[in-house]
């Protein structure tokens, strides 16, 4: 157990080593004890977390707001179109000033090819820690979420498969963040990792090769696949989710072209049935019903996304006492 985590930024977890991640996992979990047995533990009192926001949210905002407040603090919630950011407020500025009224930054900007150099820039320049809620790049509070619902449901995921694949989903070009950071961080753990996605739907490829090595390392599987139904054989946990063709056309209609070309990625019961009985279905959420996934698997026996979704509390509490503690 690493305890030594005070003023750590959480950019992605990669940053942080495997005994940093479990410790963690830990205090997650204890902190998940201690709410269902109604203990209270204010481990923040009157300390202040800013939450920046330049991109949407329910799960994310709704989170980390319960979370602080759980742990005796406060989260001050900033809408980036309400700031004096638009009127020149730069990186540095937001993070040498939000870090002088405040004990942590928290950050969600998915702007493609900026937001994670912003919260760089922030981070850079603040004297406490900062947190990503999301970027282009990374989505860590989710991996560390999901990472604790495969525990939770499956004990030690060593040796377990993971399907991480696109779906299809023509509303809005989400962000790659969320799978680039599953696929970094299921391998560590000793996870099978199958990414399955069609040609015009890469990852990074930097990310993907630091996945693979991540997999080398622990003795894992990693395999890059382009078939839908292919990825569901025999797979412990199917992660299937749409997002944009950032890495093959900056133009938006030309991307939804290419998301119509595959409107057959979509799971079904089928598809879980191929899987097995045993295996789960996770999505962070949201998700567009009867076209990512039917209503009948997200509802069904084999889902666990509430579970997902409630462990973005558990993990960002430990997040927050171990860092702004
Ligand atoms: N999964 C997730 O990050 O949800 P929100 O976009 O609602 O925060």
């Given at each position: ?5 005070k003023?750590?930024d959480?950019?992605d977890?990669?940053?942080w080593?495997?005994?940093e991640?479990?410790?963690l996992?830990?205090?997650a979990f ?15 009192r009157?300390k202040v ?17 319960a979370?602080?407040?759980q742990?005796?603090?406060?989260a ?5 179109r309400?700031t004096?950011?638009a ?10 000033i939000l870090g ?7 950050i ?15 981070a ?11 970027c282009?790049v990374?989505?860590p ?5 999901d990472l ?9 995921p ?5 399907t991480?694949?696109?779906?299809h ?5 989400k ?11 299921l391998?560590r753990f000793g996870?099978?990792?199958r ?5 015009e ?13 991540n997999?080398?390392a622990a003795?894992?599987?990693f395999?890059?696949?382009d ?13 299937a989710?749409?997002?944009g ?5 900056t ?5 939804l072209?290419?998301?119509n070309?595959?409107?057959?990625w979509m799971t ?6 191929a899987?097995?009985?045993d ?13 990512e996934?039917t209503d009948?698997v ?17 993990g960002q509490k430990?997040v927050m ?5």
């Amino acid at each position: 157990m690493q305890t030594h985590l005070k003023g750590r930024d959480l950019i992605d977890l990669q940053e942080w080593t495997k005994d940093e991640i479990e410790t963690l996992l830990d205090v997650a979990f204890e902190l998940k004890r201690e709410r269902a047995l109604g203990r209270p533990h204010p481990l923040l009192r009157d300390k202040v977390l800013a939450m920046l926001f330049f991109f949407s949210s329910t799960r994310t905002r709704a989170s980390f707001e319960a979370g602080m407040a759980q742990l005796g603090g406060h989260a001050q919630f900033i809408e980036s179109r309400t700031t004096q950011i638009a009127h020149g407020d730069t990186a540095k500025e937001i993070g040498e000033i939000l870090g002088r009224y405040n004990d942590g930054i928290a950050i969600r900007h998915c702007d493609w090819g900026v937001g994670n150099e912003y919260i760089r820039g922030v981070a850079e320049a603040s004297r406490v820690p900062v947190l990503n809620m999301q970027c282009d790049v990374y989505h860590p509070h989710q991996a560390l979420a999901d990472l604790m619902t495969i525990v939770e449901h499956f004990g030690d995921p060593r040796g377990k498969t993971a399907t991480i694949s696109w779906a299809h989903d023509p509303s809005y070009l989400k962000p790659i963040s969320a799978p680039q950071s599953l696929v970094l961080l299921l391998p560590r753990f000793g996870m099978n990792v199958r990414l399955v996605h069609p040609p015009e739907f890469p990852l990074m490829s930097d990310i993907v090769e630091v996945a693979r090595e991540n997999a080398r390392a622990a003795h894992a599987g990693f395999e890059v696949m382009d078939d839908f139904d292919a990825g569901f054989a025999g797979s412990d946990v199917i992660y299937a989710k749409s997002w944009g063709a950032m890495l093959t056309t900056t133009d938006e209609s030309e991307d939804l072209r290419l998301i119509n070309k595959y409107a057959g990625w979509m799971t079904d019961e089928r598809h879980m049935k191929a899987a097995g009985e045993d295996a789960v279905f996770m999505h962070p959420l949201p998700a567009d019903r009867n076209v990512e996934v039917t209503d009948a698997v997200i509802d069904g026996p084999q889902s666990i996304v509430y579970d997902q979704a409630e462990n973005r509390l558990h993990g960002q509490k430990a997040v927050m006492a171990l860092t702004m503690g």
